[in-house]
Structures are given as C-alpha cells and as structure tokens.
C-alpha cells in the first residue's frame, strides 16, 4: 500500500511530529470526511510500500525524513513552489527557500524523490503589482525552472479548477479571478513545456485530460509507482486508481484530513473555512490516533 501524506493537509509543514509519533505505534485513524466512520490505516514496514508527501513548505519536515528513510520507507516529495502573490498565499516560505529544500531532497536522496509542482496556476487580474497574467507565470516558472534545474526531473502544473470551496474562498478574499480559454491555456502550456525541457524537466498536467496532446507534456502521475520504485530500488507494485476522472495516480490511501491546513491559501480546495483550520491545528494532539479529534471519531 502507498501511503499520502497528504493532499487535503500539510502533514511535513504543520503535523510532522503527529506523523512520526504514528509511525512509531505502526498505525493511524482517520474519519470519513462524508459518512463519518473511523477507520484504522497501519502504518508499518509490512504494510506500507512507501509514502507521498505533499507539502508548500518542506523545511519543518527534513529531519522527520531522515527517520522515514531509517525505518526502510521510500518516498517521492510534491513540493507546491508557485511564487505566487502573497494575496494568493498568505504564509508559504519564499521561493528561495523552497529551492533550498529541494537541494537538499537531490543531494540526500536524488532527483528522483522530488517533483516541483507549479499548481495552481492562478489568473487573477488583481492591481497591477499582484496580477498574474500568462506573461506573469511565464516569466515566473522560467525563473524558477532556472533554479529547479537539476534538482528534480518533472514540473507538474494545473490550472486553478473553479471547485465551489475554492471559488468561496476566493470571492470571500476579495481576489478576482478567472477561468481561461482553451487556447489560452493550450498557448501557456505550450511554452512552460519548453521551459521545462531547457531545463532538463518533464512539464506534466494534473488530471486535465482536455489538454492532453500539447507537444511536451503528459498525463501526471502524482501518487507514481514506478517513481518510488526508483527511489527504492526495487519494485513497488501498485495498480492504477484515480481519484477522479482523468487522474492516473495508483492506489493510495490518504492519511490527512480536510480542514486542518493553516496555511491561509485563497485558492485551497481542501479548507472551507481557515478560522476553523488554524482552531483544528492549534487544538491537535500530537500524540492522539488522529490527526484532529472530533467527537464523533471517540
């Protein structure tokens, strides 16, 4: 079994003490977010193939990493580095920062355990110094594909999908935003894969099947079998199993919870309500089964 930690929380940013505390007792509980029953996930050497970590903000983590990797885990890092406006992301580390995490991630265990993330892309046509026009994210991903280079060999994008959370949350923000034409997002595509090729990267698209066939990009696998197999060096079998139409991950189970990320990312699609997610993480115990207690999950 593969193990996500996680696309609907920053486990490495905000809960890695929670993570390891768990890996310790070999098992975690989580909640069904829509029926509401508990269930329990277990978290050993036998049971796990290896972990996906999802993160904006690898530096809290980096140590935890060294314990997953003594403890014999693989695992594959979607590190989300967008440069974006702080209108857009309220507390991620600079850029320069993240790079800096990503060295690191290739010095200790090769370009193979990291995938740069440029996601979402964001039109948001707010005043002048935060807009982010296509030319904006050209010359944005240009200048950090210059930086990723050699760290990594895939740049996974997607543009900003209009869920009703996140469209809440951006209206709720006062940030105007907007929804590109095909071709307009075919054109941007077109140059961030030439990009991402002067730099020795893959440009891949996160479950956006409508886009498929722009030259130099492919279908993202974000939850990749055959990336951990290779960090592992052995083969780590798992079969394919989106989590929605289009999507080509394999089979995974995700160990985070909805609600629970302070970041204070306008865009999210995970968090409906950020008073709510700071209250649920200042309240989390890190010793608990769960990730936060609610008093259903008794």
């Known amino acids: ?22 890996l310790e007792a070999g098992h975690c509980r989580m909640v069904n977010p829509y029926g509401g029953q508990t269930y329990r996930i277990g978290l050993t050497r036998a049971e796990v193939d290896g972990f996906v970590f999802w993160t904006k903000n690898l530096g809290p983590f980096l140590p935890a990493l060294e314990e997953v990797s003594e403890r ?16 857009l992301e309220r507390s991620v580390p600079d850029a320069e920062r993240a790079v800096e995490h990503m060295a690191r991630l290739r010095d200790r265990w090769g370009p193979r355990a990291a995938v740069w993330r440029y996601d ?3 039109m948001a046509p707010m005043v002048k110094a935060d807009a982010t026009p296509p030319s904006w994210h050209r010359a944005t991903f240009a200048r950090l594909a210059g930086r990723m280079r050699g760290l990594t060999d895939e740049a996974v994008v997607s543009f900003l999908q209009p869920y009703r959370k996140t469209a809440r949350n951006l209206d709720a923000a006062g940030v105007p935003w907007r929804d590109p034409a095909p071709e307009e997002k075919r054109a941007l595509l077109a140059d961030l894969a030439e990009i991402a090729a002067e730099h020795g990267m893959a440009l891949t698209l996160c479950t956006q099947p ?14 990749d079998a055959q990336r951990l197999s290779d960090v592992a060096g052995r083969p780590v079998a798992a079969k394919e ?23 204070g990312c306008v865009y ?6 950020r008073n709510t997610a700071q209250r649920r993480f200042a309240a989390h115990d890190p010793a608990g089964e769960f990730l936060f207690t609610r008093e259903r999950a008794g």
């Open 1 to 22: 079994m593969i193990v996500s930690a996680s696309y609907k929380t920053d486990i490495p940013a905000f809960y890695g003490r929670w993570f390891l505390n768990r």
């Open 72 to 87: 014999g885990f693989p695992f594959v890092v979607q590190y989300s580095v967008t440069g974006l406006p702080g209108a």
């Open 120 to 122: 979402p892309i964001v």
């Open 210 to 223: 409508e886009l498929a066939g722009i030259p130099g990009t492919a279908p993202a696998r974000c939850v």
């Open 241 to 263: 199993k989106g989590n929605r139409p289009g999507c080509l991950c394999a089979e995974s189970r995700d160990i985070g919870d909805y609600d629970t990320c302070p970041h």
């Open 268 to 273: 999210c699609y995970a968090v409906a309500n």
